[in-house]
């Protein structure tokens, strides 16, 4: 499993968009549902979904906002 830690993504350069690993290790490590984080994000579930299979990209903007949910939360 690759980690990142609150570190690494406040150092992360704003542009870099996460990866399916990181996305869906944030929302494991925050323990919100695939339901919760759509939510929270205003998405689809199955934007959610597409996202941690890999079937779409983590969007630019989608990375932005979980990373600051993610540094939020800690």
């Known amino acids: 499993a690759v ?6 993504l406040q150092m992360n350069n704003i542009n870099n968009k996460l990866t399916k690993e ?3 290790q ?3 490590e925050l323990q919100y549902t ?3 984080m759509a ?4 998405i689809t579930i199955r934007a959610i979904s597409y996202y941690e299979s890999g079937q779409k990209p983590v969007s630019k903007t989608v990375s932005i906002l979980t990373k600051r ?4 939360e800690q």
């Open 69 to 72: 949910i993610y540094v939020a």
């Open 39 to 42: 939510e929270l994000l205003g």
């Open 3 to 8: 980690h990142t830690s609150k570190e690494e």
């Open 34 to 36: 695939q339901r919760e």
């Open 22 to 24: 990181q996305f869906k």
């Open 26 to 28: 944030i929302r494991t």
